[in-house]
Every structure is written in structure tokens, then in C-alpha cells.
């Protein structure tokens, strides 16, 4: 009679294969975090200036039911929000819902009248929240 010999196999990796998977990774790491943090800046100056372009858009259509802009003395950019007293048509629930802030969570700037001889101008300060600026900290304008 011949016995059977069973051999136990161990599943599971060896230190070595380990070490590879993790220096793998870390390659790849190394490749893609640059790319994907360097388009994050991209993509938050493309939403500020869809933000702009909104709330441009709403300056017109208060323009367009008061006959102006809204002034210093009726709040700027508040007026789209809240009703100033000076507004003959106005919305029931506003222009828009919130004070509008850049992709940072800066507030919007409004100056009214604006440079050479346009009606507003209405910007960003950038990352930084203050003028000026290099790269993500540069001021975004509204161009119409």
C-alpha cells in the first residue's frame, strides 16, 4: 500500500513581491500626482470665470428691470441678493441666492462705473484673495 503524502501549500505574498507592488506604486505616484495637482488650479480659474459670466448676466437683467447697475449705496453684488430700497422690479426670490464668491471662496469685486467708459467691472483676486498676482494668484477679469 502506498501512503499519500499531502504537502501543506502557503498562500499568500512574499516580502519581495510586496516591496515590488509598493515601489510600483510609487512610481506611478511620483508620474501622475504633478499632472493632477497642476489642473486643479486650471479648473478653479475656468469655474471663476463661469461664476463671473452668471453673474455678469444678472447685472444686466437688474440693469435692465431698474434702468443701473447697482450702486455702492445699494450693497454692489448684495443687491442681487437682497432688495435694495432704490429697486422698482425686483424678483421675489432675488437674482441670485448667495453673495457669489470666486472657486477660492473669495467674495466677487464690483465697481461700478467701470474702467474705460464700461459699466462695471467685475473680477477675482485670485487664490490669494488679494490684487495682483502670479499664476493662480492673479486677478480674473469679467470680459464681455
Do not use: C
Amino acid at each position: 500500500m502506498q501512503r499519500k503524502i499531502y504537502q501543506r501549500r502557503q498562500s499568500g505574498f512574499t516580502l519581495i513581491e510586496v516591496m515590488v507592488v509598493i515601489v510600483i506604486l510609487g512610481v506611478l505616484a511620483v508620474l501622475v500626482v504633478p499632472n493632477v495637482v497642476g489642473k486643479v488650479g486650471a479648473s478653479k480659474a475656468k469655474t471663476t470665470k463661469v461664476t463671473l459670466s452668471t453673474v455678469a448676466n444678472e447685472l444686466k437683467t437688474y440693469q435692465m428691470d431698474n434702468n443701473h447697475y447697482p450702486t455702492a449705496e445699494e450693497g454692489g453684488l448684495d443687491a442681487l441678493v437682497h432688495k435694495p430700497a432704490t429697486a422698482k422690479n425686483y424678483p421675489s426670490n432675488g437674482y441670485l441666492e448667495k453673495f457669489p464668491q470666486d472657486s477660492w471662496g473669495n467674495n466677487l469685486q464690483y465697481v461700478t462705473p467701470g474702467a474705460n467708459g464700461k459699466p462695471f467691472d467685475l473680477y477675482s483676486f485670485g487664490a490669494d484673495g488679494k490684487q495682483g498676482g502670479e499664476g493662480d494668484d492673479a486677478d480674473i477679469y469679467y470680459e464681455p
